[in-house]
Structures are given as C-alpha cells and as structure tokens.
C-alpha cells in the first residue's frame, strides 16, 4: 500500500462556548460572533447546534508548526469577534453552570432535523468536542487503521478531559461530555470490520432500515468521514489551550501513523470487544488521570500515567519520523505535570468555590498564546 502525497495532513475542527462577558453564563450570541469573524476566517468558522456554540475548522495542515498558527489565528480572530459585542470564547467539553434548557437551537434545516429527531438528547447536547482529521486516500487502509487505533483511543480521551462540570455541580467525571454523547445511538467505539466492504454495507444497512439518514450521522470516536478522504478522531473534548489542541493532533496523526504502518506489514494486534471499550472509555472518562485505567490489549488496570507512557512508547517511532517528538512529548509532560483541563477546572473551583470563576479560567487559557 502506497501513500498519496496528501496522506497524514492534519484538519483540526474546534466547537467553542460564547459566553457573557460579565456573568460567564452561555449566551445566544453565536450568528453575532460569525458575522463578526467571517471577514477575517470566511468558512472556516460556522455555526453549530445551538446559538451559544461557534465552531472553526483550520485548512489542512502538513506541519504542526501549521496547525499551531492555524489554531492561533483561528482563536484569536474570534476572541475579537466576540469582544466586539461584549462576550467571551471558552474551550471546555462543558459549560461549568450554564443549563441545556436555556439555550436555543441555531435556526438552520439540518439543526432543526437533529432536534426533531432525537428530542431530549439533542435538548442536552449542549457540549463542545475537538475533532481531528488526518489524511489518508486509501480507503482499505483506513480500515486497517480504524480497527487498530480503535483500541488505543483511552489516552487520547484523558489527555483532552476538559469538562467536569455540569448545571453548576462537579458530575465526579473528567469529561461528562464523553458521558453525555455516548447516550446516542450511533456514538461510542466502533466495531472491528474485516474489510472496507463490510464497513460499506453496514453503512447501506443502517440507512436501508432508517437507523440514520445518511452516512454524516455515523458518531463513532473514530470514524471514516464520506465526504473526504480521512480518519477523523472525535473522543476529545474542545481542549482549553493552543498547546493541549496542538498536542492531540500530534498523537492522533502518529497513532494514524503507526496504524497504518501495522497494517500495510500486516502486524497482529488486539481485536477487542466492544463492551471492553466502551468500559474502557467509560473508566477514562470518570477518572482521567486521577485512576487507574484499562489496559484493553492486556485486559488489566494499570495507572493513568503508566497507560500514557505506554501510548508515547508506542507511537515514538512514526513522531520522530514527522520530527515531532521533542514537542508532543514534551507537551504530555507538561500535562501530567499541570494536570488536564478538568483537573484544573476542579482546582480553579477549589481555589474559590465559585464556578463563575471557573468560566474565568476558561476563557483566559482559551486565549493564551493568542495575543
């Protein structure tokens, strides 16, 4: 299996909260901010499922030396839209208080589709994600490299966990965002496939029988998008600074990396369950750093950083190959140092007690290394 030229760029989507200025509550201000960042960002910013929400998504990247001028650039344009009608930007998987009942759905056709047809799910799907696209033409290989990077996405997922909050109380959860997407139907790890054929006719089963309109409605944690040729990464939370969001498209493009390494030599690996994933995904999102997670390949608990070593140890080859071990390395370490965004969320709230200044921390690490 050849790679194209265009394989292994980087496409990074971020879904970002617009928030009062004053009280750091959700605001319906989303269209105001768009218009005001259209100018600079043209179709790279868009609306989302509701007004409170604003989403960017960067031109494809060959370097994350792009990917971190594109995010900057992207942030710092709509921090400025926002500022211009007295509003915030914040990156958190949740909002810290804000309630799903006061937020209003963006009046587009396809918004209104969702809410209709999924009623209180949608009602409460007020969350924000990152997802990273990575590129990769040769689409029998995508699927080699679906069913491998299928069972190392639990460090993806703590690393990101950036939303412990939920209508003003802390939910026990690193990211409560992953608890509250993985309710719907079509969320969640994806099964392991023998070929792209079968991934195909699932796809014309599910929509054959209705189960989803088209293929756009497949929301696994990482997926085959239909409309370019990628593997897209959709298990993290919108992370809260340029350096975490920067990380986690330097893991995801070397875990794509290394995938597709295995199966172009057609290395064994670990096909396992999916009630062994779905466990795993539901410990990562609960504990994040804090606990022990699963080990899915070895079937046991090992600690959250031992788990992370064991991903970096695994993935150094294909980030020294893109030159980019120095940096991602170093940024995990940084992590696990200052702790995730849920863990500074929690130690923001602790320092006061007042989730309004949780909002606070938000916004200003949202910002930081924009100016």
Known sequence: MATDTEDFTLGIEEEHQVVDARTGALRPRGARVLANARPELGDEVQPELY???????????HTL???????????HA???????GGDRIASAGTHPFSHWEDQAITPKTRYQGIARDYRQLARELVIFGCHVHVGLHDREAAIGVLNRARVWLTPLLVLA?????????DTGYASFRTELWSRWPMAGPPHYFASRDEYDALLRSLIATGAIEDATKIYWDVRLPEKVPTVEFRIMDVCMTVDEAVMMAGLTRALARTCYEQAV??????RARPELLRAAHWRAARYGLEGELIDVAAERVVPAPDLIGAFLAF????????????????LVGETLRRGNGAM???EAYRRTGRVEDVVGLI?????????
């Open 315 to 330: 993935l150094r080859p294909a980030l020294e190959a893109a030159d980019d071990w120095d940096e991602v390395s170093a």
């Open 363 to 371: 916004v200003a690490e949202t910002a930081r290394g924009t100016e």
């Open 344 to 346: 500074r969320q929690r």
């Open 51 to 61: 007004q409170s929400q604003i989403e960017t998504a960067s031109p494809v990247c």
């Open 265 to 270: 030599h057609d290395a064994d690996y670990c």
């Open 65 to 75: 030396a792009e990917v971190r001028a594109e995010l900057v650039r992207a942030r």
């Open 78 to 84: 709509l921090i400025q839209a926002a500022e211009k």
């Open 161 to 169: 966990a950036n939303s412990p909050f939920w209508l003003g109380d």
